[in-house]
């Protein structure tokens, strides 16, 4: 089978229209992960939980590059995202196994997550953890302090999605040896 016909997970960039592109991912029927989070938002005094997208502009779809690359022409607000390779730039894809780790932290993390782009923090300058126990149980990352919170967190690491954090209870943080 050749490259362009393996099905893979690519990231797709929706220009602040991810809903839209869900709906328009959904009805091609092709398989599609758009990360959410809950909000609190208040309009008209009255304060309430809406769902947003965790990351802006930006949805995960499945399938071989030709079926992708053939809805993304249809769809003119929908455009792969790309990453630079050397002097050039090649569509961004997600190994399965890192999505997987990524929607199940996402899914961990419901009620107190951050996301950061791989840019973001310095990730690799942290102590690295495990998580033995709880929701995480098994997640390795590292703890750093959150410049915004002034509190300890617990970030895992996808390297081409990012990061996400959230607050872990001590008990649960074992250190790994280096």
């Known amino acids: 089978m050749s490259n362009k016909q393996t099905i893979k997970w690519f990231v797709l960039k929706a220009g602040r229209r991810e809903k839209a592109a869900q709906s328009a991912l959904h009805e091609a029927g092709i398989n599609h992960y758009l990360p959410t989070h809950q ?4 309009r008209c005094g009255q304060k309430r939980l809406v769902e947003r997208p965790l990351i802006s502009n930006m949805l995960f779809a499945q399938g071989t590059h030709d079926r992708i690359n053939s809805f993304v022409r249809q769809h003119d607000y929908i455009h792969f995202a790309y990453r630079r390779e050397g002097a050039g730039f090649s569509i961004l894809e997600v190994p ?23 840019n973001e923090i310095p990730l690799r300058q942290g102590t690295k953890v495990r998580i033995v126990g709880g929701n995480l149980d098994g997640y390795e990352g590292i ?13 895992i690491d996808f390297p081409l999605l990012g990061a996400l954090g959230t607050h872990v209870a001590p008990d649960y943080i074992q250190i790994i040896p280096e």
């Open 39 to 42: 909000v609190a938002e208040e």
């Open 143 to 155: 703890v750093l302090r959150d410049k915004k919170e002034a509190a300890e967190m617990f970030y």
């Open 96 to 118: 399965d196994a890192e999505l997987e780790a990524f929607r199940g932290a996402v899914t961990s993390m419901a009620g107190d997550l951050t996301y950061y782009h791989p």
